[in-house]
């Protein structure tokens, strides 16, 4: 069974590229609806713990300096079939491989800094959504 939550950030880059506004622009106009959102800026504890599934990969480091190097939006999206169609909506986790149009290669710079996080499925959806969000923000 598929969720209706998804759970993304925009990066640091795209943050501070400016592109907030028109990413959040393109994911209402994709038919998501934001259920909660934050403005936040990760320490490099708090995004360790975040991406703790990735522990012992030659990335994780680069990974949790990237994602505290500046402020992020977390957001809850809501829409059915949340996960896989967001991911199609984003594109490619390369934004040279991402399909023309998608967010990422709009608005990615390279495979680390790929504007927005998605979800891989519906576990880590919720799972990530309440590691921002307690339950009565997300009501």
Not at 19 to 28: D, H, P, Q, R, V
């Amino acid at each position: 069974m598929t969720g209706n939550i998804t759970f993304t950030m925009i990066k640091p880059s795209a943050f501070e590229a400016g592109y907030t506004g028109k990413i959040l622009a393109m994911i209402e106009e994709g038919g998501y609806k934001i259920k909660a959102i934050r403005k936040i800026w990760l320490s490099k504890t708090m995004a360790g713990h975040f991406y703790e599934m990735h522990v012992g990969k030659p990335f994780y480091e680069e990974l949790t300096t990237f994602m505290s190097s500046g402020p992020i939006v977390a957001a809850i999206l809501e829409k059915e079939n949340a996960v896989e169609s967001f991911r199609k909506f984003i594109g490619a986790t390369d934004p040279a491989k991402a399909e023309k149009g998608t967010i990422r290669n709009l608005y990615g710079k390279n495979l680390g800094e790929n504007a927005v996080h998605g979800s891989d499925s519906d576990e880590s959806a919720e799972r990530e959504a309440s590691f921002f969000f307690s339950f009565t923000e997300r009501v």
